[in-house]
């Protein structure tokens, strides 16, 4: 079921005239893919709003916020900040550093994907599993030009 779903996922157009294609991640710059690591408190508590997002079943939730980068403060540069919690105990943190837009949705109660729009015609997918506490899947597209 899964793979059909990432497959279904995947595959969705995103709403531009050209047909998406697949990039190489190796030829993305790493500050646009997002940063994960193990969750530490004194650096991953999320200041100002907190949005939750939970799992179907409520045995997991990202608290997702999104607060100015404090490296790059004075460029009005905003960073998003999510904590994974499972079972009532943060274990992960994700940073998306570089986006115009994005999304963050489980797919199941144990897999959430992270959709990230650097540009208008780039779309960076990653998705993580909880359980197994490992990306099980990070591809890209581009949507303008040849």
Partial sequence: MRILLLTCLVGSAHGQGASPQQLDLASIAEEYLPEIRAYDPM???????????????????ILLAEEPDLAHEAAGVRVVRASVVMNGTPFMTFLIRQFQRFNVFWLDDEVFQISNWPDPCLELITIYSVLDRQVLYQTGFQYCGD
């Fill in 43 to 61: 650096l991953d508590m999320a200041s100002g709003d907190v949005r939750e997002i939970d799992s179907p079943y409520y045995t997991s939730k």
